[in-house]
């Protein structure tokens, strides 16, 4: 069911377009990976349309195989939203949602929560494709997942991302208080593990600090 604020800015954005100043963003992530947090975080605050890929499936959000075409090169922002493999694979175990359904979607090998190697490999596979793929987008943000978990952070991204792509937004800036998280997520927690070290997670994080501030510690 949409929500008003969704309707109320899906308004505004048309009229933004008839005068040439809509932006279009798109999300990419695993499942359980914040990205209805993030989705919600931009919506309630910037105004700039969202695709889902209820049309085209090559900007639905979890798709592990996606193709780059203009609108990904040059067009749309383009969020890669990252959650450290053990933070992920934790998520994964607490409420798959419909992970496991998405290997034959794709054409990939199933595999169950047992296959945790088979699960590090699909994570680094999907990360990496867009280490790779970044070289080529014009517009392209990767946030951390540890970023948001300060409401402060969040905040910091969504000035970054209204001054840089000079969008419209509300007067102030809020963070969502409901969304579809976990019943059992607890930032506080999750912040006291010890930050990942693995290559992928450095270079994830060497791409944010190119581009902004990174809104994490590292130590």
Same mark, same amino acid.
């Given at each position: 069911?949409i929500k @008003?604020?969704?309707l109320?800015k899906?308004?505004?954005?048309?009229?933004?377009?008839?005068?040439?100043?809509?932006?279009?963003?798109?999300?990419?992530?695993?499942?359980?990976?914040?990205?209805?947090?993030?989705?919600?975080?931009?919506?309630?605050? &910037?105004?700039?349309?969202?695709?889902?890929?209820?049309?085209?499936?090559?900007?639905?959000k979890?798709?592990?195989?996606?193709?780059?075409?203009?609108?990904?090169?040059k067009?749309?922002?383009?969020?890669?939203?990252?959650?450290?493999?053990n933070?992920?694979?934790?998520?994964?175990?607490?409420?798959?949602?419909?992970?496991?359904?998405?290997?034959?979607?794709?054409?990939l090998? =199933?595999?169950?929560?047992?296959?945790?190697?088979?699960?590090?490999?699909?994570?680094?596979?999907?990360?990496?494709?867009?280490?790779?793929n970044?070289?080529?987008?014009?517009?392209?943000?990767?946030?951390?997942?540890?970023?948001? @978990?300060?409401?402060?952070?969040?905040?910091?991204?969504?000035?970054?991302?209204?001054?840089?792509y000079?969008?419209?937004?509300?007067?102030?800036?809020?963070? =969502?208080?409901?969304?579809?998280?976990?019943?059992?997520?607890?930032?506080h927690?999750? &912040?006291?593990?010890?930050?990942?070290?693995?290559?992928?997670?450095?270079?994830?994080?060497?791409?944010?600090?190119?581009k902004r501030?990174?809104?994490?510690?590292?130590?």
């Amino acid at each position: 069911m949409i929500k @008003l604020y969704q309707l109320e800015k899906r308004i505004i954005n048309k009229l933004l377009y008839l005068v040439g100043k809509s932006e279009t963003f798109v999300i990419y992530s695993p499942q359980r990976s914040f990205s209805n947090f993030f989705r919600q975080l931009i919506e309630m605050n &910037l105004f700039i349309n969202y695709e889902q890929g209820k049309k085209n499936i090559n900007y639905y959000k979890h798709n592990p195989k996606v193709s780059m075409d203009l609108n990904l090169t040059k067009k749309f922002i383009v969020f890669v939203l990252y959650k450290e493999f053990n933070l992920w694979f934790d998520s994964i175990k607490r409420n798959p949602a419909d992970f496991f359904e998405m290997p034959n979607r794709f054409g990939l090998k =199933p595999f169950t929560i047992k296959d945790k190697q088979k699960l590090k490999k699909y994570h680094y596979n999907f990360f990496n494709k867009w280490l790779s793929n970044s070289k080529n987008i014009k517009n392209i943000e990767f946030i951390n997942f540890r970023e948001i @978990l300060d409401e402060k952070n969040a905040i910091k991204i969504l000035e970054y991302i209204k001054e840089k792509y000079n969008l419209f937004s509300n007067s102030n800036l809020t963070v =969502p208080k409901k969304v579809r998280f976990s019943k059992k997520f607890n930032k506080h927690k999750i &912040l006291k593990v010890n930050v990942d070290q693995s290559i992928l997670s450095k270079k994830i994080n060497r791409k944010i600090k190119l581009k902004r501030k990174l809104l994490i510690n590292n130590n």
